[in-house]
């Protein structure tokens, strides 16, 4: 059995891992931004009352979305010592 604790400390100790991943996240944050909108334009809810409602709201999904799957590697990278070890922050 594989312990996928090391497995994912070690990958996220390696720099460029840790680059390629956040440009990936921020590609997706961007993409979901981006699937807000269309849905809501393909669905025929482009109101012209809602039209910026709905763009804040595509733009709040993708940042969050992508900044919380960023903090585990950025977490891990920058902190790696303490994960190193295995006892976490």
Do not use: C
């Amino acid at each position: 059995m594989k312990d996928l604790y090391s497995v994912v400390v070690r990958a996220f100790s390696n720099p460029l891992i840790v680059f390629g991943y956040t440009v990936v996240m921020v590609l997706l944050g961007s993409h979901l931004r981006h699937g807000v909108w269309s849905a809501f334009q393909s669905l025929g809810l482009n109101h012209p009352r809602y039209v910026p409602i709905i763009y804040v709201g595509g733009i709040v999904l993708g940042m969050v979305l992508a900044i919380g799957f960023l903090l585990i590697p950025l977490i891990i990278f920058t902190f790696n010592e303490q994960f190193a070890v295995g006892g976490g922050i």
